[in-house]
């Protein structure tokens, strides 16, 4: 039986204020559901600040290790959006005002009444090659160019900006998840069981995660998360009656993150 196809994603966040903590990155967890369904894998994500050679350097490490690169941020009219000259700048092409990205902008701004300043123009500057990704929030394009996608930062933008994505993307196996709750027990009470499974389904990757749970009368509840993924569904349904079976030989009781029990 084949392999099957593993795709890839690269996120390249970028911004200061996402490393000075002012705002607080959603578009990771937003990029990577959206992938998910369509068989593409996050696997590498990266912060860098407003700097040109740190996005030039971070992009060109993502795109060549990556099957795609998702940026966000960095495409408005201000003068410290600088992705889109950096983009251009790690593809070796020009960038200018382009006649179909304006023409996209005029008509936006014309349709909201709202003057079309100099500024706003650079919102049409696009790397040559490229080809624009539709904003159906306000107006202003983002672009692909190669295997890297460049969409705004603004959380509810690049979602928008997403949905002109997908059909440029082959995606490849999915990977399906299936979590095991043992409330109660701590990871070190099964970490050694957890080992032995793992070194024995190199099919199937598996992680644990504690958590707490304050309870109504403070006092805190503990326990631990098992999660299995795997793109072998048959695998991952045996590696899921194993974790529950590794609770139970701990004294717990397995349940199933939907609460079903077995």
């Given amino acids: 039986m084949a392999k099957p196809k593993r795709v890839t994603a690269g996120v390249l966040l970028i911004g200061d204020e996402l490393l000075s903590g002012r705002t607080r990155d959603v578009n990771l967890q937003e990029i990577a559901t959206f992938l998910a369904p369509l068989g593409i894998a996050v696997a590498e994500a990266r912060i860098v600040s407003d700097e040109a050679d740190r996005i030039v350097m971070a992009l060109n490490a993502l795109r060549t290790s990556c099957t795609y690169v998702f940026t966000t941020g960095g495409i408005g009219p201000t003068h410290d959006d600088i992705t889109a000259d950096a983009v251009a700048a790690a593809f ?31 919102m049409a500057r696009i790397p040559d090659g490229a080809s624009l990704v539709t904003n159906p ?11 890297v996608f460049v969409m705004a930062g ?38 050694e069981a957890l080992r ?14 504690p958590f707490f749970i304050e309870t109504r009368d403070g006092a805190p ?11 072998d569904q048959g695998a991952l349904n045996s590696a899921g009656e194993a974790l529950m079976q590794i609770v139970r030989d701990a004294g717990g009781e397995p349940v199933l993150e939907d609460g079903a029990k077995r």
């Fill in 196 to 209: 032995t499974l793992q070194a024995g389904t190199l099919e199937v990757s598996i992680g644990s995660y």
């Fill in 92 to 122: 070796g092409v020009s960038i200018d005002v382009r006649d179909d990205a304006l023409a996209v902008i005029e008509d936006w701004y014309s349709r909201s009444k709202t003057p079309l300043t100099e500024s706003r123009k650079r």
């Fill in 137 to 147: 929030v306000t107006g202003a394009p983002g672009f692909q160019i190669g295997n």
């Fill in 154 to 191: 603004v959380p509810k933008i690049m979602r928008g900006m997403l949905e002109d994505v997908a059909h440029r993307l082959e995606g490849g196996a999915v990977t399906h998840a299936i979590t095991v709750s043992a409330g109660g027990l701590r990871e070190g009470d099964l970490a």
């Fill in 221 to 231: 509840r503990r326990g631990t998360n098992l999660v299995a993924r795997s793109t």
